[in-house]
């Protein structure tokens, strides 16, 4: 979290806790359900996607925004659902407090443990982590403009406040670079269905599809790495 930037909790119509930024109007999840958005997004188009388009029982992620750590809670859950092996790269700037963190329902309301859900904002930043038999942590602090990556991911999770409120985080240049990151036939998945954005991905040379969004959201985006 940004110094003197003010977050407050809030429960969306799923149940399921999110936060606002009251000073930029910007919530980090769907008021229509934060766990039902980061569902649909990632986990049905992202990472349940890709395993039925690929014979392997391992896979690597990328997120930009770690935020509350819901994507990687529910990718770790489903890891172990589907016994598959995850190692899971995930970048924040500005990471929550315990305090918020520990306010968070996702664990009660997915029925997933919870010390595990804690163990994934308590965990070191900047080493992996072995959080579980199935899943491995690297969490980053830093800018994604920034940071260089020496590995190659098979999914790209982009969700970053939306393009109106951080716009610095949905350039071509950035968009470029979520390609050179992605292993062949690899996915980058993100809420965002901006026209801007689609033709970026299409420059940066992914195939694009505009898929049905979550609930309160007519499009979400999948792209991706053709061989």
């Given at each position: ?30 008021s ?28 690597s ?27 899971y ?79 610095e ?59």
């Amino acid at each position: 979290m940004k110094k003197g930037r003010e977050i407050k909790l809030f429960i969306t119509e799923d149940g399921s806790h999110s936060l606002e930024i009251p000073t930029l109007n910007e919530t980090y999840h769907s008021s229509h359900g934060a766990i039902q958005e980061s569902n649909h997004v990632f986990i049905k188009n992202g990472q349940e996607y890709w395993v039925e388009q690929n014979q392997s029982n391992r896979l690597s992620i990328f997120e930009v925004g770690f935020g509350t750590g819901l994507n990687a809670l529910l990718t770790m859950q489903k890891s172990e659902q589907l016994s598959l092996k995850i190692d899971y790269t995930s970048l924040e700037l500005y990471p929550l407090t315990s305090e918020l963190t520990n306010q968070l329902n996702y664990a009660e309301q997915t029925g997933f443990d919870k010390k595990a859900f804690q163990k994934l904002h308590s965990c070191h930043w900047n080493e992996p982590i072995v959080i579980s038999s199935y899943f491995n942590l690297h969490k980053i602090k830093g800018s994604f403009q920034d940071i260089s990556m020496n590995s190659k991911f098979d999914i790209i999770y982009y969700d970053a406040f939306a393009p109106s409120k951080q716009p610095e985080m949905w350039t071509y240049k950035l968009m470029e670079k979520c390609f050179a990151m992605l292993n062949p036939n690899g996915l980058f998945v993100t809420y965002s269905a901006r026209g801007q954005l689609k033709r970026d991905l299409k420059q940066a040379g992914f195939k694009v599809e505009s898929l049905p969004g979550p609930p309160g959201k007519f499009e979400m985006v999948r792209a991706v790495k053709e061989t």
